[in-house]
């Protein structure tokens, strides 16, 4: 017998992670999974897409696992309060995914006795890079998600204080923003666009694989490669002097602060 899942909110998160369960039917086995979503064309695509049942907020299904996976703006309170009502907590965990809304705020709007799983997880679960943050609240244990949540991607249990950070961190934005500019960089020296995309692609994967295989932090690498008063340690030179480290670092912690900021506004 498989698990039965049970979305609310079928937006794109959702839909990576429904498409890599799918993919991995072998190991986890699914007999459901429904999808609650406002959007009557949006159920209908994940619906013909996914082969997904959509189901109506008064609907309430004999599920394994809820996932909450509406927006912080929107009202997720009343969401968990309509949880409360449908579910039964003997039976169903519930896993929310909506950045920056916290463990005790679910609580709230759930009630008592509740497992609860807070996750961040990213859609790179499409090419089997995911990796999810996770906290569970003190009724949750890792038994109850760990199987479904390793069907899309890796998964690292952290405290919750970790969870926002996480979000800021990890999503992919960061490394397309570098790629980006890395490829405006190629065909401003000169490079065709094609050319310069094909040859950042290569060398940020190769690069992560050599950095992967010598197990070594770049430092180690940037050593060998920065040859005294060479091509190298100029480029460095010139990344330092123009904040590059800095830019980043400052994102990151925008954008933590703004997961924050988003959590703390939800209701
Ligand atoms: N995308 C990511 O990479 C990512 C990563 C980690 C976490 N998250 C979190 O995951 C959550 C969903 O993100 P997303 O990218 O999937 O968002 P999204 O694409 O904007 O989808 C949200 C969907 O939920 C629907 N919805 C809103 N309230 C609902 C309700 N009460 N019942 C049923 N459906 C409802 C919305 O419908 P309407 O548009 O009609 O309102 C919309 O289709 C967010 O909290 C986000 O913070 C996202």
């Known amino acids: 017998m498989g698990a039965n899942l049970y979305f609310i ?6 839909s990576a992670i429904i498409e890599a369960v799918r993919r991995k039917a072998a190991a986890y086995p699914v007999d459901h999974i429904w999808v609650e979503e406002i959007s009557r064309e949006r159920a209908e695509y994940l619906a013909s897409t996914y082969n ?4 109506s907020p008064t609907d309430a299904p004999d599920a394994d696992i809820v996932v909450i996976a509406v927006r912080p703006q929107d009202d997720v309170a009343g969401v968990a309060a309509s949880v409360a009502r449908r579910f039964d907590p ?7 995914i909506v950045a920056g809304y916290t463990i005790a705020k679910l609580e709230q709007g759930l009630g008592h006795g509740w497992r609860v799983a807070r996750i ?3 859609t790179l679960t499409t090419v089997d890079y995911g990796y999810s943050g996770v906290a569970l609240n003190g009724a949750a244990a890792r038994e109850d998600v760990d199987a479904f949540l ?14 926002d950070v996480i979000t800021g961190f990890y999503p992919p934005n960061i490394v397309y923003h570098f790629i980006d500019a890395y490829v405006d960089a190629g065909v401003l020296a000169g490079l065709p666009r094609d050319a310069a ?3 950042a692609l290569d060398t940020i994967i190769g690069g992560t694989e050599f950095l992967k295989q010598k197990d070594v932090l770049p430092q180690v690498l940037l050593n060998i490669n920065n040859s ?4 190298g340690i100029t480029e460095a030179y010139t990344l330092n002097k123009t904040g590059f480290a800095a830019s ?13 900021a988003l959590g703390g506004d939800a209701k």
């Open 120 to 122: 961040i997880p990213n």
């Open 197 to 199: 995309r094909a040859i």
């Open 150 to 163: 390793n069907t899309f991607g890796k998964v690292l249990y952290v405290e919750e204080r970790l969870i």
């Open 9 to 14: 909110g079928g937006g794109n998160m959702p």
């Open 228 to 231: 005294p008063g060479g091509v």
């Open 90 to 96: 003997a039976k169903t965990t519930v896993i929310s």
């Open 52 to 55: 997904t049942e959509t189901a």
């Open 248 to 260: 980043i670092q400052s994102a990151v912690l925008a954008a933590v602060e703004r997961t924050t």
